[in-house]
């Protein structure tokens, strides 16, 4: 058997050394799925797009089509269904005559059912109401000579707010008041009338009830004393946030 110099035999023992300390190393480092710490950057012209089984997008960030007409790359994104149907996108589809992004959310359909409006900001989608005009003189108000709280107008509408804000044109002897209800509760603390000619006056207060529920408004009255009188006319309702 040949005799193996030392020196060679150190060096192999080293290089075994060296690769189980980089298998140590290997073996103890996060996963190659996982950023545990810092950014993940994509360049000008790339993007990530994660997709099905089938190859269909399903998210996609970074560069968007169409581009834009000047040369550069338009920049936003767009999530789709598993059924290729898109349901969130910020992009324009005409970069030459409408070059603001919208964000858009679309149901299944592809109906755009909430939008940003890409002229004046704001909200392009839904459309929200705005309160019918009322009558101005107060001889066309519900009135009352109740001195028992009494409604003077009801009706429902859904619970998609955290909160109720309402306004309520008021005129009548003074010490009258008026109060909000909903679902048969006051809400907010009532409001009295000074005997102003042309008064308003607001609620603000917690919506009871879960989101989508049918809730019941409620505006009454009351006078200070017998042959009084109160008269009032909603002037908007509003459901706000927190």
């Known amino acids: 058997m040949a005799t193996v110099p030392t020196d060679l035999l150190d060096r192999i023992?080293?290089?075994e050394r060296r690769v189980r300390g980089l298998m140590a190393s290997a073996n103890?480092?996060?996963p190659m799925n996982q950023v545990g710490n810092g950014d993940i950057v994509?360049?000008?012209?790339?993007r990530i797009r994660a997709r099905t089984s089938h190859g269909d997008d399903l998210l996609l960030v970074g560069r968007v089509?169409?581009?834009?007409d000047t040369g550069q790359y338009q920049q936003g994104?767009?999530?789709?269904r598993d059924d290729g149907s898109l349901a969130l996108s910020l992009l324009t589809t005409d970069p030459e005559k409408a070059p603001v992004q919208a964000l858009r959310v679309l149901d299944h359909r592809g109906n755009t059912v909430l939008a940003t409006d890409t002229g004046r900001g704001g909200l392009s989608r839904p459309y929200l109401p705005f309160p019918t005009p009322v009558p101005v003189a107060t001889s066309g108000w519900q009135s009352t000579t109740a001195t028992a709280w009494t409604t003077l107008y009801a009706g429902p509408g859904f619970a998609q707010h955290p909160k109720v804000y309402g306004l309520i044109g008021v005129s009548g002897s003074p010490g009258a008041a008026v109060r909000l209800l909903v679902n048969g509760s006051p809400v907010g603390e009532e409001q009295a009338v000074t005997g102003a000619a042309d008064q308003?006056?607001?609620f603000l207060a917690d919506l009871p009830g879960s989101f989508g529920d049918v809730v019941a408004f409620e505006i009454q009255a009351r006078v200070a004393a017998a042959g009084d009188t109160v008269a009032c006319q909603p002037r908007g309702l509003y459901g706000v946030q927190s």
């Open 77 to 80: 994104f767009a999530l789709r």
């Open 28 to 30: 103890s480092g996060p």
């Open 42 to 46: 994509v360049g000008d012209q790339g």
């Open 13 to 15: 023992r080293d290089i």
């Open 65 to 68: 089509e169409p581009d834009r």
């Open 200 to 202: 308003t006056v607001t």
